[in-house]
């Protein structure tokens, strides 16, 4: 089975702007959850995603947004970039119960000047 | 507030001998944990897990046990070897509803050969 995919694994953007990630599962998973990983701070949650549903939310602003589709593929969003946006965003998926183990990307690398 | 710590940043140790990597949780809801194990560049690789149901689980050279009294858990590498270097990290999960991982911020371990 094909693992976890994450495009693109880099990209550098300016303040102001706006970008879009995307993150295939692995074949038959159904949850996709989103994490932001910075020195020192560990994988913070972001959101999670289930059957097109948002099914759970981290505490970070309105700027960070998220969609799965049909197909389980999911989108994260970031609107209006700030420096401290700077970070490496993974993806991971599961088959969908929250017992169940989370299987990673590699993961975009953001950086924001 | 951080439910769930980390407080070695980083750990070095003697190839061949006995890592031990330490967790400490504060949410008494956490009934599943898990740990990762992360390279430069590279997505988070699951390693293993353990419900609260048990206090020890076992695979191959690692070994995770849990203290649910004292909401610690600790995993132990033996024998380490210099491919173990990476950044460990430990996930908990409230099964019953949140469906979401909160993570520790990492200890980074280096085997000396």
């Known amino acids: 089975k094909a693992g976890v995919t994450q495009t693109p694994r880099y990209l550098i953007k300016t303040r102001g702007q706006q970008v879009t990630l995307s993150c295939s599962p692995i074949s038959g998973h159904r949850s996709v959850s989103w994490y932001q990983q910075t020195p020192g701070q560990g994988l913070q949650f972001l959101f999670e995603?289930?059957?097109?549903?948002?099914?759970n939310k981290g505490n970070f602003p309105g700027r960070f947004s998220g969609r799965q589709f049909s197909n389980s593929r999911s989108e994260m969003n970031v609107s209006t970039l700030e420096l401290g946006d700077s970070a490496l965003y993974l993806c991971a998926s599961s088959p969908g119960d929250s017992s169940e183990t989370q299987y990673f990307g590699p993961g975009t690398r953001l950086l924001v000047l | 507030d951080q439910q769930v710590k980390q407080n070695s940043p980083s750990l070095s140790v003697q190839e061949g001998r006995i890592s031990i990597l330490n967790c400490d949780y504060t949410n008494s809801m956490f009934d599943y944990f898990l740990w990762y194990k992360k390279y430069p560049a590279e997505g988070p690789t699951f390693l293993i897990s353990i419900s609260s149901i048990k206090d020890k689980n076992e695979d191959g050279r690692f070994t995770v046990f849990l203290n649910k009294s004292a909401k610690h858990l600790s995993l132990h590498i033996v024998p380490s070897q210099p491919g173990d270097s990476a950044v460990y990290f430990c996930a908990a999960s409230a099964t019953s509803g949140t469906y979401k991982y909160i993570f520790g911020t990492g200890t980074r371990l280096k085997v000396l050969a």
């Open positions: 995603y289930f059957s097109e549903t948002q099914r």
